[in-house]
């Protein structure tokens, strides 16, 4: 009765189903991704401005979602916008809320540290040479951290894409949660069926992250 | 330093300011759930828009899961099928994990909960819970080369739970020198056990026998824990016209034996002679 985990796999649509989770995944944190680094970059010059009031707002933000696990944002963004106001979010609104307000938050950081990593001098030569602010940003100072950015983008996408399996417990069944409901379907037939589902989530994870690290080594290539 | 200061004040006072419009939210939406500001659906209102939301567990075989073709099947949900048939309207199921489930029900996210969701007082007080369709005790499961068969020989051993189950808080408040080992999901805690993460498991006791007969060199050492619980449907807090159709129906379905014939269709083929369906089945909402 007890048969071999890896056939588990290729049963009904099980492997499809796998592919549709992937894509619920991978449509929340690319969404999310694509609206936290413009977002991001704004937030991050925000962060560098001398103004007090705006270091303490940025500061106050950051440090707020950095603080609150992203669950607990989550559940508040699910249910606790229902209760308190009435208004009844789809988890897949909720889930891109919360991941660009967490996204934009860290790429903010991001920005922010490489914008200070310029060091002055690279400022005080480009006005020797008579360019103007915008001229100096445009020309010495955006290139070199845009450089400096791809690595700390790329890690922040790949922990994104991670980080969605959370979205589970506002009922999206993304790849994990299918995973586990093959897992438990065939628990009873198939005792080992978990090692090879996850195996294949294991791979489905590294096809989904491993094409975002070489467009990034492409491009720091090309921006040397 | 005086700036100093000052930057400190308005950041303890923004955090504050914070988390008290977050306490206001959290007070606010209980009173919204009980004075009935219309966050449900009516049994008309359901009726008209020709569906009914119901949540159910995805990975709870054999009361709720998904099968390979990703269709929901079960004891819960060959319930749910027939209520959707009942009042005519089509059923969207919504995967839901135990601990989400009163959150689910009283938001009004879903209209009902059909997730093995066992009646207790501390649950009453924030969902309405119509008559019962099954009973359940706890049961504890351990390898057999160091069985429990007595819930002494769990002091000072680990005993795997799953969040905000009737055996997470059955322990917590009857054996408080047992360490629990807590998990969200049961796929997680079944794969803690098998890997020796813990001494023993427990929840349901329907829910280990099955468990422990797929499983060899598991045995259920303690198969009957705790008072006889009743597994029920909920609804939100003050939807009575919901709650009355739900208990009708179940006084109705009773008579057919149907429950009975939910039984024989999807728990029969797991439990087969361990276990006796007069003792897991309630019929017409009444239990003996």
Known sequence: ?224 | MKLKNLFIKLITLTVASLLLITGIAGCGNAKTGSSGTASYRTIDEIKQSGKIVIGVFSDKAPFGYVDENGKYQGYDIYFAERIAKDLGVEVEYVSTDPASRVEYVATGKVDIILANFTVTEERAKQVDFALPYMKVMLGVVSPDNALITDVEQLNAKNLIVVKGTTAETYFEKNYPDVSLQKYDEYADAYNALLDGRGDAFSTDNTEVLAWALSNTGFTVGIDALGNADTIAPAVQKGNTTLLDWLNDEIEALGEENFFHADYAATLDSVYGKAANPDNLVVEGGKVE
């Open chain 1, 1 to 224: 009765m007890q048969g071999s985990g890896i056939s588990v796999l290729f049963m009904g649509k099980n492997l499809l189903r796998l592919l549709g989770g992937l894509w619920v995944t991978l449509r929340i944190s690319l969404i999310a991704v694509l609206l936290s680094i413009p977002l991001g970059l704004l937030f991050g010059m925000l962060m560098t401005l001398k103004s007090p009031v705006s270091r303490i707002v940025s500061r106050v933000y950051l440090e707020f979602i950095r603080i609150m696990p992203q669950l607990v944002l989550l559940f508040i963004a699910y249910f606790g916008v229902t209760r308190a106001f009435g208004w009844n979010l789809s988890g897949d609104t909720s889930a891109i809320i919360v991941f660009t307000l967490w996204g934009t938050a860290e790429m903010g950081d991001l920005v922010r540290s490489a914008l200070i990593s310029i060091p002055k001098h690279q400022y005080d030569s480009a006005m020797a040479l008579g360019m103007s602010r915008v001229q100096t940003f445009g020309y010495v100072v955006v290139p070199q951290t845009m450089r400096r950015l791809i690595p700390l983008t790329i890690n922040l996408t790949t922990r994104m894409i991670k980080t969605t399996s959370l979205v589970v417990l506002i009922g999206m069944t993304e790849v994990l949660k299918v995973g586990k409901q093959i897992i438990d379907a065939n628990r009873f037939d198939y005792p080992t069926a978990a090692l090879w589902v996850y195996g294949v989530i294991f791979l489905l994870y590294f096809l989904a992250c491993f094409p975002i690290s070489m467009l990034a080594r492409k491009l720091e290539k090309r921006w040397r």
